[in-house]
């Protein structure tokens, strides 16, 4: 639910700043490998571990693979680009 409050709230803001030219994106971004991560599979168990990593068909992601989008929308290659959520999910929610 909270992710989709930011992906409407970044579409109101996109185009309340269009004619600032400022652009307002989101990324959305599955379940990915951090310290923080490790830890909370520590806690649920390998079962609910196994289950979580099967959901996501092409793995987990790194945080170099949410870095790599935010460089996109830093870069001039987005400067078309404003008002939605880039998905960085491996596949999760086409599935």
Avoid: W
Avoid at 51 to 70: C, F, K, N, Y
């Amino acid at each position: 639910m909270s992710k989709g409050a930011l992906e409407q709230a970044v579409k109101v803001m996109a185009l309340e700043l269009a004619g600032e030219r400022i652009r307002v994106n989101c990324i959305a971004p599955a379940v990915i490998e951090t310290p923080m991560t490790r830890e909370f599979f520590g806690v649920i168990g390998q079962a609910a571990e196994a289950t979580i990593r099967g959901q996501h068909p092409s793995g987990l992601g790194r945080p170099e693979d949410v870095a790599g989008a935010a460089v996109y929308l830093l870069s001039d290659a987005s400067r078309f680009v404003t008002g939605t959520s880039i998905l960085v999910d491996g596949g999760y929610c086409a599935r």
